[in-house]
């Protein structure tokens, strides 16, 4: 017998034990008219609600509690740690609606479905119509979470695919290089060292790919699980600005940090939220100073924001309107670089996406933006983006504080006004 029917089975029985000991306690009350159509019996009066939902908690499980239209009366424990705010989406969904109109006392439903928002979630739910009294039934709903089984299918279809399609340029180039070292180069030093180099080169770049598919395969794993640590930020920025200072040392870049005292810690995983971070330095770093006459100026500042976004710390970038009423914790990461046309932001968090004609087409894996999306989902945070050619770039990021998570997506911002670098110092 399958995990999930022991599970159902266990609901059942505990609805049913409560059913019997109060049809004993309470014969004949609530009895339905003659002729009433199962389908819409009344709903289970309070007493009875209470003492079989005090039974139900009780049973490790996402279980909820629905009336016979389907109106959710009650979630247990599991079902909110599990689900949260998406348990109303889960019963809202075709899927479980056509299931639960079907049901008739006794009769049993199984729905798989997918959510798509906030994060792409799969859910299989279980319904079981019960009478717990003369005229009186509820359904019990029990939720299992596929999520992770759901991403390592659609990782290894992704891998094969995007794996089979960037990798056949720097393959190709292997083979073609190995083939003249064989033959016209064989004997010939010098162009079997720049040969070496170029292959080395290649290598690397694969190397890159693969890493960072992994990367972004375990990031999606994760992503339907709420962070449950607490992020410092002054210990974010420092741990940044640590692992980025090899990319900087000797560079034409400069990295500026302001950082606000006594900024609160806020839920997340501190090790994704550097990550996030430091994809973004990386970026200007590699990006920015794409022209070679030009000293590339980095700002990573942190601040936070109170009602309708509004910095209450002075931060790099025109405080832009994120986060709603709430206040959460906002990084900038700003260059003065050569900037990005404004056609190009809506698509930069997609995978491969890479501007033509910029040093991201050719040394980029496009898969550095993708991944700080799905991370920045998982916390329930939101990605600005803002530049103008000539001028610069400026990424904000920001997450809420305290556990209520929002359950809006990700939004990607287009703004026109020029991102103002850090000042040094």
């Not at 083979?175 to 080395?200: H, K, N, S, W, Y």
Request: glycine content about 10%; proline content about 7%.
């Amino acid at each position: 017998m399958r995990v999930e029917d022991l599970v159902a089975a266990g609901a059942v029985l505990s609805a049913a034990c409560m059913a019997w000991r109060l049809a004993r306690r309470r014969p004949g009350d609530g009895a339905a008219p003659a002729g009433a159509d199962p389908a819409r019996a009344i709903p289970p009066s309070a007493d009875t609600l209470a003492r079989m939902i005090e039974t139900l908690d009780l049973v490790p499980a996402a279980i909820l509690v629905l009336d016979a239209g389907g109106r959710i009366l009650h979630a247990g424990p599991g079902a909110w740690e599990l689900f949260g705010d998406s348990l109303g989406a889960i019963i809202r969904h075709p899927a479980s609606q056509s299931a639960l109109l079907r049901l008739r006392d006794g009769d049993r439903g199984e729905v798989d479905l997918v959510l798509d928002v906030p994060v792409r979630r799969a859910v299989r739910g279980q319904f079981r119509r019960v009478r717990i009294a003369q005229g009186e039934s509820v359904v019990l709903a029990t939720l299992l979470d596929w999520s992770e089984q759901d991403a390592v299918e659609r990782m290894r279809t992704d891998f094969v695919a995007y794996a089979s399609h960037e990798l056949r340029t720097p393959l190709a180039a292997l083979i073609g290089f190995i083939e003249t070292l064989r033959g016209p180069a064989a004997e010939d030093p010098p162009a079997q060292q720049r040969f070496l180099g170029v292959m080395a080169g290649q290598a690397a770049r694969m190397q890159r790919l693969l890493d960072r598919l992994l990367m972004l395969s375990r990031v999606q794993m994760t992503e339907h699980r709420k962070p449950r640590g607490l992020v410092d930020p002054a210990a974010t920025i420092a741990r940044v600005r640590d692992e980025a200072a090899p990319l900087l040392d000797g560079g034409p870049a400069t990295l500026h940090v302001d950082l606000p005292p006594a900024l609160p810690d806020f839920p997340g995983d501190s090790d994704q939220v550097v990550q996030v971070l430091l994809n973004l330095v990386e970026n200007a770093i590699k990006y920015g100073s794409g022209e070679s006459d030009r000293a590339v100026r980095i700002g990573l500042r942190a601040r936070q924001t109170g009602p309708g976004g509004a910095a209450i710390s002075v931060g790099a970038v025109r405080p832009p309107a994120i986060g709603g009423a709430r206040t959460g914790i906002a990084f900038s990461v700003t260059d003065n670089g050569p900037g990005i046309e404004a056609r190009h932001i809506p698509r930069l968090t997609e995978r491969f996406y890479r501007v033509e004609g910029t040093v991201a087409r050719r040394t980029g894996t496009g898969l550095g933006l993708a991944i700080v999306k799905h991370i920045i989902d998982r916390h329930d945070g939101r990605l600005t983006i803002e530049s103008v050619v000539g001028q610069g770039t400026a990424f904000t990021v920001w997450f809420p504080l305290g556990d209520t998570m929002s359950s809006k997506r990700h939004e990607t911002v287009t703004d026109t006004s020029p991102p103002q670098p850090a000042d040094p110092g």
